[in-house]
């Protein structure tokens, strides 16, 4: 199902690409997974569930943190077993498992900006996968925001990138306390996505 | 006779509730136009909230009046402890995390000024996380909220499928005279 494509092959040049990336280490890989593989991918979540989940920072609908198929348990391990291993190397930190959720922004769903930094969970890189959408979405674009501080106070935090969600692309991008981001709200269509975290 | 089971049922329930029409239409423009002519200021550190915000606006006749109706409906002495202004655009929004904790179990009033009725457009007050009262927005209403240590606040995010709305809120709070 997944298989690096030669993006992948020069290791030093996107750790460079992944250090000098603004406002916090990130990339974009564009046409991801094998175009071959899409239709079996699509078919592997058609059979997930996915339920609303509503928070005072986010709105949409996704599948439930540990996944209810073999299918996408399946994907999961083969997703994390074939990216670990290189994003290590490029992020510079051990990576070895990742989680993997499926999420369904539809119209009026969004996620506000928050880092992912938890302390105690261990989130090292996130990710997301974006899925061709039978209904291709207005809105619902990843903001990746340059946070500013004076001493241990937060000061400002400006748009610094904006990343749509095209199918076939992986996005991933370091986590800390300064990976403030959001998806802005979908307006209108269907954004389709798998996303999650490295953990070491 | 059944046996109280929470802390907050020993010292009994608290109000939380909504008042409508408190405020008229032509009244809540009024004072929307002074707020406007006294000047908000853009708050936007966007991990805690995006809105624009009055503090201790000058509205002593109105204030008069929210207090006698919080007292009321309370059954205790209030006086003003805290008063501000919000405004929220399109895309706006207040997190649970940007809000103080009280300890002291202070009233909070929210004076809906909007122009018109904003859907999806609330005020939550959550335990541990948890909604268990909205302030829908209706204008020229009044949310009266005894608060408590557990309790946090959030003002959802303002749709930008809404074009062009505004919600304007008159957040006091309300300590014992």
Redesign the interface.
């Known amino acids: 199902m997944w298989r690096l494509g030669p993006a992948w092959s020069d290791e030093d040049r996107l750790a460079r690409t992944w250090r000098a990336a603004l406002p916090f280490p990130h990339l974009v890989f564009d046409d991801f997974a094998p175009a071959a593989a899409l239709p079996e991918l699509l078919a592997i979540l058609e059979e997930e569930l996915v339920e609303r989940y509503e ?3 986010f ?1 949409f609908d996704a599948s439930a943190p540990e996944p209810a198929t073999a299918e996408l348990r399946a994907l999961r391990e083969s997703f994390a077993a074939v990216l670990a291993p290189p994003l290590s190397r490029i992020a510079g930190r051990r990576l070895r498992r990742a989680d993997m959720r499926a999420y369904a922004y539809r ?2 769903h ?1 996620l ?4 992912d930094h938890q302390q105690d969970l261990g989130r090292a890189v996130a990710y997301a996968y974006y899925l061709p959408s039978p209904d291709p979405p207005s ?1 619902g674009e990843l903001e990746l ?1 340059a946070c500013r501080s004076e001493g241990d106070e ?4 400006d748009s610094a990138r904006m990343i749509e969600p095209a199918p076939n692309r992986l996005v991933v991008f370091e986590v800390s306390t300064r990976s ?1 981001h ?1 998806v802005r ?1 979908v ?1 209108d269509g269907l954004r389709i996505s798998l996303a999650g975290w490295f953990y070491p | 006779m059944t046996t109280p089971t929470t802390i907050e049922q020993l010292f009994g329930a608290r109000t939380a509730v909504v008042v409508p029409d408190v405020v008229a239409p032509a009244l809540a423009a009024e004072i929307r136009e002074r707020l406007e002519r006294a000047g908000y200021t853009r708050y ?4 805690r909230g995006s809105y624009d915000v009055l503090v201790e606006p000058e509205e002593p006749a109105l204030f008069a009046t929210l207090i006698e109706l919080a007292a009321r409906t309370t059954g205790r002495s209030l006086a003003i402890a805290e008063a501000r202004a919000l405004r929220l655009s399109p ?1 706006d ?1 207040l ?2 995390h940007h809000d103080r904790i009280h300890g002291d179990h202070p009233v909070e009033l929210v004076l809906d000024l909007s122009p018109a009725a904003v859907p ?1 457009a609330e005020v ?1 007050y ?1 335990r541990r ?1 948890q909604v268990y009262f909205r302030v829908p927005c209706a204008p020229g209403s009044l949310g009266i909220v005894e608060r408590g240590p557990t309790v946090a606040c ?1 003002h ?2 303002v ?3 809404n074009p062009g709305a505004i919600v304007v809120r008159l957040v006091l709070l309300l300590r014992d005279a």
Do not use: C, M, W
């Open positions: 928070g005072d920072i709105a119209p009026g969004y506000l900006p928050h880092s809105g925001f937060l000061v400002s935090t403030l959001q709200e307006l | 936007a550190l966007l991990d895309g929004y997190l649970a999806g939550h959550r996380g959030n959802t995010y749709s930008k499928r």
